[in-house]
Every structure is written in structure tokens, then in C-alpha cells.
């Protein structure tokens, strides 16, 4: 990798991390993921945002600081926007390599280098307004935007540069190569960034719509020349390309959403399968769009992506035990944590022996204040009266999640 300049005075440090870790412990990143440091210089040089040790990310920091004529130890100042290890894990050495950097984070931001890092000495706390003078003329405000997604981040703005450093705001997953600006990329690669991006805010910024929107209109009062997030393309042709991105996906939240439908199923022995193939017919001939997802056979981080962005949701799960199919009971877990609220629901489903999902089920979704249909429940293998009532309600779930479809 190499460093690449945004101007004069500021740099983009990054390193692509390929691996079978989960991000967050959670989510699969098949694709990789980048994380993007950032290098001002005036008279004194300040680093913005750091990595972890991870795939030989401070390895890749330190060649690419290299490269500019710099060491860690030549750093004088070191501002966190945000906490959370993929972005601080290295610290604690990055202080051994340079004892006399100055750290500037959020007042709870200073408290987590403390409890984190074991970090006593050398840091600042900095607050919406607050300015550092670099020298030069170069200058990094700060504003903070807490729950972006924890509550100690910030953004740091270089108004001589026009450039709004925003850390896990309007990030994305996806490795970037040896490209990092947005006009480097073509249409399709944009189309898998803008894939990759929703399925990043779902997963981990989606609990926290209200305040992505109030960073938003934050951020709306700056002349902006430059987005450079900590992860995922750094925008200098289109700046607010994202931004917009970020207004729309947290409007999901409260709607409207895009009239389609998340479909999510698991069947053990395709009875429920069966079923579902006959409500899939009735959606097809309403001509609402949908996207369908099995579970526990793929990971549920897709399935949030879909599904936060869907006006409609269908389950399709069998009982399990008298109870809840346990991977839907998992992926009903994540909906809930996640904000998935106020949706057209349909759940239907084959049960053996005996019901007794309906009403764990209930329980499940009461937090999430789905419009829910009368689902449908049948024992073994459904019969041609079930598969007609199956049609009609995939009929009947297009309709309310598209009412102007005829």
C-alpha cells in the first residue's frame, strides 16, 4: 500500500484487513475491510485516528508514515474521533514508540484511553469549538457527535483544507487496493461499496439513527471539500455522496423505507419451503420487489441489511420444539437490538406434532410494533387449501407494503 495525498498538508494512511475475524465479533467481512488513518502537517504534525493490530496494520502505519519523511516518534499530536479498538488497539504502543505525543479525544473519550490503555499522562480533553493550532495556518476543529455510534465520538474538521475527518461516520466495509478516492472507482465498484456501506450502517450504526442525523446536520453547516472516514472510500469528487447515503439510511428508522419486502426462512424439512414458494407467488404477482435470505445457512449480517432497509418482512420458520425455529429466534434478537421497527409483517410456517411458535413468536416481535397479517401455521406437508391461503397472504403483504400497485 501506499500513502496518498489529499493536499499539500494532509495524507490518507490505510490498510486493507482480510481476514476470517467477525468485525465487532459479529460480522462477517468476506470482502475486507480498510481502516484509514490521517496525517496533517503544519509546523507540528498531527495524526488523526489509528489502528489496530491487525493483519499487520501498524506495520503498513509506519511504512506509509515513512514514506512522507516521518517516524511515530516524530508525531506531536494524536486525535481519537472515536474508541473503539479497531481505531486505538495499537496505543498503548504507539505511546511507547513516542512518550511525549499529546492525545485529543472527547471528555469520555479521554476516559476510555484511561480504562482501555492504562494512559495517564499526555492527554487532552476537547470539546465542540475547541481548536488546535498546528502552526501554518493549520488548524482542526472539533465537534462532537456522540453515539455516532458510541457516546464519545467526534469529528475533527480542517477548514484551510475543507477536509471533515468522521471516523466510523459514513464508513463503509470493502478493502480498498491501492485506490482510495471516489473517483477511482467505476459504477459497478461504486454499486458493491454502496452494498457494502448499507450493510455497514445496519450492522453497526443502525440503533443510532437520531443521532446520525444530528451529526448530518451538523456536519450540513461546513463548506466541505473532502469526507474522510476511517473506513471504506475517502470522497473528494462527490463529498456528500455518502452524507446523503447516511440522511437516507437513517430515515429508515422512522420510514419511509423502500417498498419492498425481506424475506427470511428456514425449513427442516421443506414442508415450510413449500409453503413459502406459494406466498412468493403471490408477491411476484403484486410485483413487489424482494430480497429473500435462508437462515441459520446465511449470516444474519445480511439479513439486517435487507431487512432495515424493507417496508416489508416475511418469516417463514417451522416450530422447533413446541417454540421458535432457534436461528429465527436469533435473528428476531437482532431486529429488536438493531431498530427494525414498524414494519408490514407476514409469519408463516409448518409445525410437526404440535403449534407453539405463534405465541413465542408474538413475544418476540411485541417490541418492534410490526403491522402484522394473521399468520398462517399448518401441520406437515400444507395441502392445497394452505398453499392458497399462503398465495393470498403474499398477495395481501405486497398490498400494504406497495398499496398503489393495482
Known amino acids: 500500500?501506499?500513502?496518498?495525498?489529499?493536499?499539500?498538508?494532509?495524507?490518507?494512511?490505510?490498510?486493507?484487513?482480510?481476514?476470517?475475524?467477525?468485525?465487532?465479533?459479529?460480522?462477517?467481512?468476506?470482502?475486507?475491510?480498510?481502516?484509514?488513518?490521517?496525517?496533517?502537517k503544519g509546523e507540528k504534525i498531527a495524526v488523526i485516528d489509528l489502528v489496530r493490530d491487525w493483519v499487520g496494520a501498524p506495520a503498513e502505519f509506519s511504512a506509509q508514515l515513512a514514506s512522507i519523511g516521518l517516524e511515530v516518534k516524530d508525531i506531536d499530536y494524536l486525535v481519537l474521533n472515536h474508541l473503539e479498538p479497531d481505531h486505538t488497539g495499537w496505543?498503548?504502543?504507539?505511546?511507547?514508540?513516542n512518550p511525549h505525543v499529546e492525545i485529543l479525544a472527547t471528555a469520555k473519550g479521554i476516559d476510555l484511553v484511561k480504562s482501555f490503555y492504562k494512559i495517564e499522562d499526555g492527554l487532552r480533553a476537547v470539546k465542540t469549538g475547541d481548536v488546535l493550532d498546528l502552526g501554518g495556518d493549520v488548524k482542526l476543529s472539533f465537534i462532537e457527535t456522540p453515539n455516532v455510534h458510541w457516546p464519545e465520538?467526534?469529528?475533527t474538521w480542517d477548514e484551510r483544507d475543507r477536509v471533515l475527518f468522521t471516523c466510523d461516520a459514513f464508513g463503509s466495509f470493502g478493502s480498498l487496493g491501492d485506490r482510495i478516492?471516489?473517483?477511482?472507482?467505476?459504477?459497478?465498484?461504486?454499486?458493491?461499496?454502496?452494498s457494502e456501506g448499507l450493510r455497514y450502517y445496519a450492522n453497526i450504526v443502525a440503533s443510532f439513527g437520531v443521532f446520525v442525523t444530528r451529526a448530518i446536520e451538523k456536519a450540513a453547516r461546513l463548506d466541505i471539500g473532502v469526507i474522510a472516514p476511517s473506513h471504506g472510500i475517502v470522497w473528494r469528487q462527490?463529498?456528500?455522496?455518502?452524507v446523503k447515503k447516511y440522511s437516507k439510511y437513517a430515515g429508515y428508522l422512522e420510514?419511509?423505507?423502500?417498498?419492498?419486502?425481506?424475506?427470511?426462512?428456514?425449513?427442516?424439512?421443506?414442508?415450510?419451503?413449500?409453503?413459502?414458494?406459494?406466498?412468493?407467488r403471490g408477491i411476484e404477482d403484486v410485483g413487489v420487489p424482494y430480497t429473500i435470505h435462508r437462515v441459520p445457512n446465511e449470516d444474519v449480517s445480511w439479513v439486517l441489511a435487507d431487512s432495515y432497509k424493507s417496508e416489508g418482512i416475511l418469516i417463514a420458520m417451522p416450530t422447533y420444539e413446541y417454540r421458535v425455529f432457534p436461528p429465527m429466534a436469533y435473528v428476531l434478537s437482532i431486529l429488536e437490538r438493531k431498530h427494525v421497527f414498524n414494519r408490514k409483517a407476514l409469519r408463516?410456517?409448518?409445525?410437526?406434532?404440535?403449534?407453539?411458535?405463534k405465541k413465542e413468536y408474538e413475544n418476540l416481535i411485541a417490541p418492534l410494533h410490526w403491522e402484522s397479517l394473521e399468520q398462517v401455521e399448518w401441520a406437515g406437508a400444507p395441502s392445497e387449501e394452505t398453499l392458497s391461503l399462503l398465495?393470498?397472504?403474499g398477495r395481501e403483504l405486497a398490498k400494504a407494503v406497495d398499496p398503489d400497485r393495482p
Open 348 to 357: 408463516i410456517g409448518s409445525y410437526g406434532w404440535v403449534g407453539g411458535a
Open 1 to 40: 500500500m501506499r500513502i496518498h495525498k489529499i493536499s499539500e498538508r494532509v495524507y490518507a494512511i490505510h490498510a486493507d484487513i482480510k481476514s476470517d475475524d467477525l468485525f465487532e465479533g459479529i460480522w462477517p467481512i468476506p470482502y475486507g475491510v480498510s481502516l484509514n488513518s490521517y496525517v496533517v
Open 181 to 194: 478516492f471516489d473517483d477511482e472507482f467505476n459504477d459497478e465498484e461504486h454499486k458493491f461499496f454502496e
Open 391 to 393: 398465495y393470498q397472504r
Open 91 to 97: 496505543l498503548a504502543e504507539f505511546k511507547t514508540l
Open 238 to 242: 462527490d463529498p456528500c455522496h455518502m
Open 153 to 155: 465520538t467526534m469529528l
Open 255 to 280: 420510514g419511509p423505507r423502500e417498498k419492498e419486502i425481506a424475506v427470511i426462512w428456514g425449513s427442516m424439512y421443506g414442508n415450510t419451503e413449500k409453503g413459502l414458494t406459494a406466498a412468493l
